[in-house]
C-alpha cells in the first residue's frame, strides 16, 4: 500500500513563498512519476506540476509556469514543490499523487493521493 503524507501548508501574503514536501512510503520511489494537484472552493482539481522518476523531466500548468518549482530527493523518497511570488488565486489544497507513467498523471492524476495540505494566500 502506497503513502503519501504532504506538508508545508499554510497563510502567507501575496507574493510570499512556501515549500510543500510530500514523502512516500510503500514503493521503489525512483521508478515512479510524482505530481502535484490542487483543488479550489467550489472548483475541480486541477494539475499544477509533475516530475519524472529520474527528476530528469517536469512539466507545469501554465499558471504557476515561473513561480513553481517541482523537485524530487530520491533518497529521502520526498518530492517538493517550492511556491514563490504567491497570488491570492494559488490558494487552495494542494495534492502529491504518484503514477507509474508521467503522461496519464498529468492529466487525470496518479493512482494514489495525500490527504492535501491547505494553502492560504491572503491579498
Known amino acids: 500500500q502506497v503513502q503519501l503524507v504532504e506538508s508545508g501548508g499554510g497563510l502567507v501574503q501575496t507574493g510570499g513563498s512556501l515549500r510543500l514536501s510530500c514523502v512516500a512510503s510503500?514503493?521503489?520511489?525512483?521508478?515512479?512519476?510524482m505530481g502535484w494537484f490542487r483543488q479550489a472552493p467550489g472548483k475541480e482539481r486541477e494539475f499544477v506540476a509533475a516530475?519524472?522518476?529520474?527528476?530528469?523531466?517536469?512539466y507545469y500548468a501554465d499558471s504557476v509556469k515561473g513561480r513553481f518549482t517541482i523537485s524530487r530527493d530520491n533518497a529521502k523518497n520526498t518530492v517538493y514543490l517550492q511556491m514563490n511570488s504567491l497570488k491570492p488565486e494559488d490558494t487552495a489544497v494542494y495534492y502529491c499523487t504518484i503514477r507509474s507513467s508521467l503522461t496519464p498523471l498529468r492529466t487525470v492524476g496518479g493512482d494514489y493521493w495525500g490527504q492535501g495540505t491547505q494553502v492560504t494566500v491572503s491579498s
Open positions: 510503500g514503493r521503489t520511489f525512483a521508478w515512479y512519476a
Open positions: 516530475i519524472s522518476g529520474t527528476g530528469s523531466s517536469t
